[in-house]
């Protein structure tokens, strides 16, 4: 017995020691690093590897084909393993935490310094990318390139960077059409000016002809910050939750500049008329934005906008759910501000990355296979693209309307015995294949192709709808590619983030007076933001070395 007690006090001692390491693996002692000479690496190609991979993406079969086109392309075998996306980050984390570590695997921007600090993963010299992946390294520096810095620790570089390339066209509105013609409106408004006057004939002029004042011009979603009334702050040429650079070249924060005020102005005036419909501060977009929009208590909805929204065969798109109220729908185009701004909040290019686990520093060749096998996606087309879509007149072939080539499509066919179809989105993800409306993002890999080759898998009216309203000169991104790239600061991030909402709803609604944004511009400052101001800008700083080094023309704003 008298053993006992002091067993349970050593179990009550290590075992929050025990769990804050797990828990935190950023606190742990640092381990030295494995060195390699990567400059006297060379890999045979004629000699099999073979590797493990995990990613996020849905379970699809084991023999699925773009795994047999990635071991033909690479000389590789590959043990895959796939995690449910919204299952990856914890389960990630936990196999990382018993020790039980991918070859190969995805991370988030947040985890590749702590694991790299814990010496988890394997460094990747940028020399390396350039050298055996230009031509990824190329498309990265055009679309991504504030993503490099992330993929660093202690100067060295852990991540391949990964791109989603279509994130950076934004979004758009919706308007009722058939209300904008009940009001005489004729053509769809492009200013700031043209859409509050709609909004105001949509509240005062009866659009849905029922005799009742009870129309309004649209509600808001106070909870997803990067979709509050983005497209009116981008109007002023400003994101509220984003940081940019002011008209001086300056590392500033979007919320506290003087143009998020004059944007606050315009929608407290268009709640005081009666524009915003008074439950705007509970609704969630793809809830009751999206019901008053579609049962016609609404005539324009934020952020809704895209091809498939318009899509007639699908009885789920707005365009249906519209039609069968008798009503018609439009895309809005972003309103042009005073001073001819106008964009919406888009999350950018760079997602995450790919990371590679120490262990393959005692075969570091396969890392440098890997990257070869990248450029050879890269460089070929139709390896890439039998890789996403698989193989033309098995998987997929062209749609064709009369002589109109209008883009891929699934076909029917067989696996193991059983009749599949590859046009399905669910077989598709099962058998690992790209979606037709996003064949530039690969499920599995990191290659892709520019839009000037993506495009012609496309439907074409897409791609028109695309360049049309939601061109990606009208995209703003933050200046970090995400506003909470600093881990250290991200609780000030957070408290300060929640703050400005509620500041903002009370100037908006007239709890709050329009001057009293100058005082909460003060309080931000002295209650962390300027420290958090202060290490954004710093990072920022040391993007700009990296960009010298991986020979980025221009820094992007």
């Known amino acids: 017995m008298k053993y006992v007690i002091p067993a349970i006090m050593v179990t009550l001692i290590l075992a929050p020691t025990i769990w804050f390491l797990t ?23 004629s000699q099999v590897l073979e590797y493990e991979i995990t990613v996020p993406t849905r379970h699809f079969e084991k023999e699925a084909y773009p795994i047999k086109v990635l071991e033909r392309v690479g000389n590789i075998k590959v043990n895959f393993n796939s995690i449910e996306p919204s299952e990856y980050a914890r389960k990630k984390d936990l196999m990382l935490a018993t020790g039980n570590v991918p070859e190969i695997f995805d991370m988030e921007a947040m985890g590749v310094a702590r694991y790299a600090k814990q010496n988890v993963l394997a460094p990747v010299p940028l020399n390396m990318l350039k050298k055996y992946c230009p031509s990824y ?34 979004r758009t509105g919706v308007w009722r059409k058939d209300w904008l013609e009940n009001v005489e409106i004729y053509e769809v408004p492009e200013t700031l000016d043209e859409m509050e006057e709609a909004f105001r004939r949509f509240r005062e002029e009866d659009p849905d002809g029922n005799g ?27 994101m509220p939750f984003n940081w940019m650079l002011n008209e001086e070249d300056e590392f500033v924060y979007g919320g506290v500049q003087p143009e998020a005020k004059l944007a606050l102005k315009r929608l407290r005036s268009w709640f005081e008329k009666g524009y915003l419909h008074p439950e705007f501060q509970t609704d969630k977009w793809y809830r009751e934005v999206n019901q008053k929009f579609t049962s016609g208590k609404v005539g324009y909805v934020n952020y809704m906008a895209s091809y498939e929204s318009f899509d007639p065969n699908n009885p789920q798109s707005n365009y249906n759910k519209i039609k069968a109220n008798g009503g018609e729908i439009i895309p809005a185009i972003l309103p042009k501000g005073p001073n001819g701004d106008r964009g919406h909040r888009v999350w950018g290019a760079g997602v995450s990355y790919k990371v590679f686990s120490k262990k393959l520093l005692e075969k570091p060749e396969k890392i440098i296979r890997y990257l070869k096998v990248i450029e050879r996606f890269m460089s070929n087309e139709q390896d890439y693209i039998e890789f996403v879509l698989g193989k033309q007149g098995v998987h997929w072939d062209w749609r064709m309307e009369g002589e109109n080539n209008m883009g891929a499509m699934g076909l029917k066919g067989t696996f193991d015995d059983e009749e599949v179809d590859y046009d399905l989105l669910e077989t598709r993800n099962r058998h690992g294949l790209g979606q037709f409306i996003f064949v530039e993002r690969a499920n599995l890999h990191v290659a892709y192709l520019d839009f ?23 995209g703003i991104q933050d200046l970090l590619g995400k506003p909470n790239m ?9 408290r300060l983030r929640q703050k400005q909402i509620r500041v903002y709803v009370e100037i908006i609604i007239g709890q709050s007076s329009l001057d009293e944004f100058d005082d909460f511009v003060k309080e931000w400052y002295e ?12 990072y920022y700083n040391d993007y700009k070395e990296i960009a010298e080094q991986m020979q980025i023309e221009e820094v992007t704003k």
Do not use: C, H
Not at 30 to 39: A, G, H, L, S
Not at 212 to 221: F, I
Not at 225 to 237: P, Q, R
């Open 486 to 494: 600093v881990s250290k600061t991200n609780s000030i991030l957070t």
């Open 212 to 238: 009742k004042k009870d129309t309004y011009a649209l509600s808001g979603d106070m909870e997803n910050w990067y979709a509050l009334f983005t497209e009116v702050f981008g109007a002023y040429g400003v």
């Open 137 to 170: 390294v190329k498309l990265v520096n055009k679309y991504a390139p504030y993503i490099w810095l992330g993929g660093t620790y202690e100067g060295e570089n852990f991540g391949i960077p990964l791109l989603w390339i279509s994130s950076q066209f934004p």
């Open 23 to 45: 828990v935190y693996p950023d606190k742990a002692q640092k381990v030295p690093r494995t060195y390699v000479e990567w400059n006297q690496l060379v890999d045979d190609d």
């Open 527 to 538: 209650e962390g933001g300027q420290e958090l101001l202060d290490a954004s800008r710093d």
């Open 452 to 474: 000037d080759q993506s495009d012609k898998y496309l439907n074409p009216n897409k791609v028109k709808f695309r360049n049309t309203y939601t061109p990606k000169e009208w």
